[in-house]
């Protein structure tokens, strides 16, 4: 495929001054245009298999703040929807699926996961089409740990215990359900690539939930075989893994073992330490806490001086910790990109 972009430069190796900048969740709430979108919709996953509604506010941040990339408008659970689950969103709630079991990982619909899958290719072709080659197109999907959570649970909670005591209890059918997303997510990621996106970012927002063993289990094994699957079909694939909440020890070890291109790390690390532990060894993205944006001034200034101060001299791409939330002024979004550049 041909790379486009500064944000794919710097997964290729370049080192870019000003950094190139996107932001987590920058497609949503918190914009007017976003949410006259979404009311046109019908529903929020209405909204992620349309696509010319999905292109349209995949473009819309890049298209406000002149962002360095657009990512894709979706959401992780259109996997196991894909796979055969009912999967709901509930206004002021968020998402609602049947808890899955035993018998039910085992009538997981693999074979046309994909195929279902077909708007997101063409929201996809869409949105490369009208970005240019100025600008990276990211693709992406939930790690197969974080999907679990929510379909063991049936929502989301805050602290995984039900898919934590499946593990425990099924440890068999936890390794099933992993592996059948761990090739839903390897096909899809592949259908995204081909469909333009320059690269693909991995979210594992849960695994800092997880023991020792349980990482190893449940979250490093299935990102080392999705990266590697991902490469084998896709060889000029760029991944950036995402494994929020698991602390710099962690960190070096997921990217050691993984094979990312690319490390985003959570607003709990310290830039200097991902300067010196991490980014010898991959792209960094990030890390401002989505709550300064929120506050914006002088503080936020501040702390966007002191990460590029931190990690502008190696391979770095300008980010959130976390997503932007909807509370947040899109005028503090532009004032975040013009003092990145600044």
Not at 67 to 78: G, K, N, R, T, W
Request: hydrophobic share 45%; aromatic share 6%; charged share 25%.
């Amino acid at each position: 495929m041909v790379a486009h972009g500064r944000v794919r430069q710097v997964l290729d190796g370049g080192v870019l001054h000003p950094p190139p900048v996107w932001l987590m969740r920058q497609a949503g709430r918190y914009l007017p245009e976003y949410r006259a979108v979404r009311a046109k919709a019908g529903s929020f996953l209405k909204l992620c298999y349309d696509p010319v509604r999905a292109a349209e506010v995949t473009l819309q941040p890049v298209t406000r703040f002149d962002l360095d990339a657009a990512i894709l408008f979706s959401d992780i659970l259109v996997v196991p929807h894909a796979l055969g689950r009912r999967v709901d969103f509930v206004e002021g709630e968020g998402p609602r699926l049947d808890p899955i079991d035993v018998r039910a990982i085992e009538r997981l619909e693999i074979d046309h996961a994909v195929e279902r899958l077909s708007p997101v290719m063409e929201t996809l072709v869409r949105a490369r089409d009208a970005l240019g080659a100025a600008k990276s197109l990211i693709g992406f999907c939930g790690a197969p740990w974080t999907v679990a959570t929510y379909m063991i649970a049936g929502r989301g909670t805050p602290d995984q215990a039900p898919a934590l005591a499946f593990a425990k209890a099924e440890p068999e059918a936890m390794r099933q359900l992993l592996d059948v997303l761990t090739e839903a997510s390897v096909e899809y990621l592949t259908g995204q690539i081909r469909a333009g996106a320059d690269l693909v970012q991995v979210f594992d927002t849960w695994a800092g939930v997880l023991d020792d063993d349980g990482f190893d289990e449940m979250v490093l094994r299935p990102m080392t075989e999705l990266v590697k699957a991902l490469k084998a079909n896709e060889p000029g694939a760029r991944v950036i893994g995402f494994p929020k909440g698991i602390g710099m020890g962690r960190l070096k070890r997921f990217v050691e073992k993984t094979g990312v291109d690319g490390i985003s790390i959570d607003m709990t690390v310290e830039p200097v330490m991902a300067r010196d532990l991490l980014q010898p060894h991959v792209a960094v993205q990030g890390n401002l806490d989505p709550a300064l944006l929120v506050a914006g001034g002088e503080a936020m200034d501040a702390a966007i001086d002191r990460i590029k101060q931190a990690l502008g001299d190696g391979r770095f791409i300008f980010n959130l910790g976390h997503g932007i939330v909807p509370e947040t002024p899109p005028e503090n979004v532009a004032r975040l990109v013009a003092r990145v550049r600044g």
